[in-house]
């Protein structure tokens, strides 16, 4: 038996606190809460909840050895995860944050992690709201086209999300860039939202 998820309705740039407060308790608890960023809606779960990665990864149909990157609502929380940020990170944070970009960097352990800061007020309200660490791919399965409203939402995952905060179509429509910096280089690891020449530009300034 599949459950309907609650559907909120927060279009605009002052999003109802009260409705992001349950969305964020939700994703607390241990559920898969869809939310919108400017690139498409992405599917949260709590980072530090293992029962709720392995639900992630279940309704996704992703490998469970196949990270996912972080979504944070201030740049500084980047600091908790690494020993030290990257000076070429340091620079595409500042150009680009709040943006479509995804940074992978290493942590404080040595591997990598993504950091995706969006550019989106609901986004930014309800990760700040969540007060844990959100992995959150984009709300589809996993080699499905990401979703662009809450309606292709609910047509790819319903029964298997438990909550979508209904921000309207998203802006941009298309995933986030991704650049990994280690080493002292940057390297573009999927194209998206902003073009390669631009992120050539910031760390050739």
Known sequence: MTVAPNVFGVAGDAPDPALIAQAAQVLRGGGLVAFPTETVYGLGADAANPAAIERLNRVKGRPPDKPYSLHIHAPDQVRAFVASVPPLAATLMERFWPGPLTIVMPDAQGKTVGFRLPDHPIARAFLKACGVPVAAPSANRSGSP?????????AALDGSVDCILDGGP???????TVVEVRDGRAEIRREGAIPPEAILAAIRR
């Open 146 to 154: 990401p979703p662009t409203d809450a309606n292709e939402v609910l």
């Open 170 to 176: 998203t802006r941009l429509g298309r995933e986030s």
